[in-house]
C-alpha cells in the first residue's frame, strides 16, 4: 500500500510512519517541519524514519513543504500517487490557539481544504485525520461518546478541528470520498512534544526546577499511549469509511452518515488525576517533584474521558497500556535521547 502520511515529523506522525514502514507499506511523508517546538527532535526522528526504511526494504520518501501550499500539495499528489491518506499535520496546542489563531486557520484549515481537493482529485481510497478531544469543549457527560454533538469548542484550536470533521462529511456527501476522524486523548510516549505536560514536566523535575500544576492536580485526563495511538490509527485506515445503513435524517447521529464518513475516540476510557500523573513521573525518575500550585487556564477543560466503545467495534482494538508503563517508558527513552 502506498501511503501519504503528513506532519511525519511530529510526535504521532513520525510514529506512524515508521509503524507502516516496518510493515512493508510505501510511505510518503509531507512535514514543512517548523519552529513551533525544537526542529532538532523533528530532524532527528526524520533520519530515524529514513533508518527504518533501509532497515525494512520499503520505499519512502520525504517532502518537505507546507501543506498550506496548495500547488506543492497538488505536485506531490501527481508525483507519487497515494493510495491512502493519514493526514496528521495540524497546528497542534490549546493555549497557542489564543496567541496566534492565524496558525491554525492556516494549518487546519486551508492545509486540510488542500488535502480533501488533492484526495478528491486523484481519488484516494481512504483519507484518515487527526481530530481532538477537545471538541467535546463545554460537554460534562461522562465518558465523552462521538453520538454526542460537539457544539460548544472552548478554544480556537478544538474549533479548528471541529471544522475539520465537518469539512470531511462534506466531500465524503458530495464526492464519495471515504473519511475517517480519530479523536485522540492526551497523547503521551516517546518521542513525545517537548511543549507538552510529560515532557515539561521531567525536564523541570530533574533540573530541581518547580513545575506548574494547574487546577492543583485535580483535573483529570484519559492519557493514551503513542503505541495504542498508532495502532487505531493503522486498523481505522486499513478499514475503509462506508456508509452507516441504519443512519436516519429525522434522528442524525453526528458519528455517521449516509456517506462513507465516521468519528472514533481514541482514548484509554480510563481517566487520570493529573496529580497521579505526576506521581508516575517522580517514580520513574526517582525524584520528587517540587509543585507550583495554580488554578485552571483558560481554555483548559476539567476532565476528559473516552467512550472507546466505537473503535472497539469496527477494528477490534482498544487502547490499554497503563500510565504507569507508558510513563516509565517515556522516562527511559528521555534519558537516553537527552543522555540525563
Excluded at 67 to 76: E, G, K, M, P, Y
Excluded at 90 to 105: D, F, I, K, T
Excluded at 165 to 192: D, I, K, N, Q
Excluded at 203 to 220: D, M, Q, Y
Amino acid at each position: 500500500m502506498k501511503i501519504l502520511v503528513t506532519g511525519n515529523a511530529g510526535f504521532i506522525g513520525f510514529h506512524t510512519a515508521k509503524r507502516l514502514l516496518e510493515r512493508g507499506d510505501s510511505v510518503i511523508g509531507f512535514d514543512v517541519v517548523n519552529d513551533y517546538y525544537d526542529p532538532t527532535i523533528k530532524e532527528a526522528r526524520l533520519q530515524i524514519l529514513e533508518e527504518t526504511a533501509a532497515r525494512s526494504g520499503s520505499d519512502y520518501v520525504f517532502v518537505r513543504e507546507d501543506l498550506a501550499d496548495q500547488q506543492a500539495v497538488n505536485a506531490t499528489f501527481v508525483a507519487h500517487r497515494p493510495e491512502r491518506v493519514i493526514h496528521l499535520a495540524a497546528q497542534a496546542g490549546v493555549r497557542y490557539s489564543l496567541e496566534n489563531p492565524h496558525a491554525y486557520v492556516q494549518s487546519n484549515v486551508v492545509a486540510f481544504t488542500n488535502i480533501l481537493e488533492a484526495c478528491r482529485y486523484h481519488e484516494v481510497k481512504h483519507l484518515t485525520y487527526a481530530s481532538t478531544s477537545s471538541v467535546y469543549g463545554a460537554n460534562t457527560k461522562m465518558p465523552f461518546s462521538e453520538h454526542d454533538s460537539v457544539d460548544h469548542p472552548l478554544q480556537f484550536y478544538a474549533a479548528t478541528k471541529k471544522a475539520n470533521e465537518l469539512m470531511a462529511h462534506s466531500y465524503s456527501h458530495l464526492y464519495r470520498l471515504p473519511t475517517t476522524g480519530l479523536r485522540f486523548f492526551t497523547v503521551y510516549g516517546p518521542w513525545g512534544r517537548p511543549d507538552m505536560a510529560l515532557f515539561l514536566f521531567t525536564r523541570k523535575i530533574l533540573a530541581g526546577e518547580p513545575i506548574p500544576v494547574f487546577n492543583h492536580g485535580h483535573h483529570t485526563r484519559d492519557f493514551t499511549y503513542i503505541d495504542d495511538i498508532v495502532e487505531g490509527v493503522i486498523r481505522a485506515s486499513d478499514a475503509i469509511a462506508a456508509p452507516d445503513p441504519d443512519w436516519s435524517s429525522d434522528a442524525p447521529d453526528p458519528a455517521t452518515s449516509n456517506a462513507p464518513y465516521r468519528l472514533f475516540n481514541i482514548g484509554n476510557n480510563n481517566p487520570v488525576k493529573l496529580s497521579t500523573y505526576i506521581e508516575a513521573i517522580e517514580a520513574a525518575l526517582g525524584k520528587e517533584a517540587i509543585k507550583e500550585l495554580l488554578p485552571l487556564q483558560p481554555g483548559d477543560v476539567p476532565d476528559t474521558y473516552a467512550d472507546s466503545t466505537e473503535l472497539e467495534k469496527a477494528v477490534g482494538y482498544k487502547p490499554a497500556t497503563s500510565v504507569t508503563a507508558g510513563v516509565a517508558n517515556f522516562v527511559a527513552w528521555y534519558r537516553d535521547f537527552y543522555k540525563v
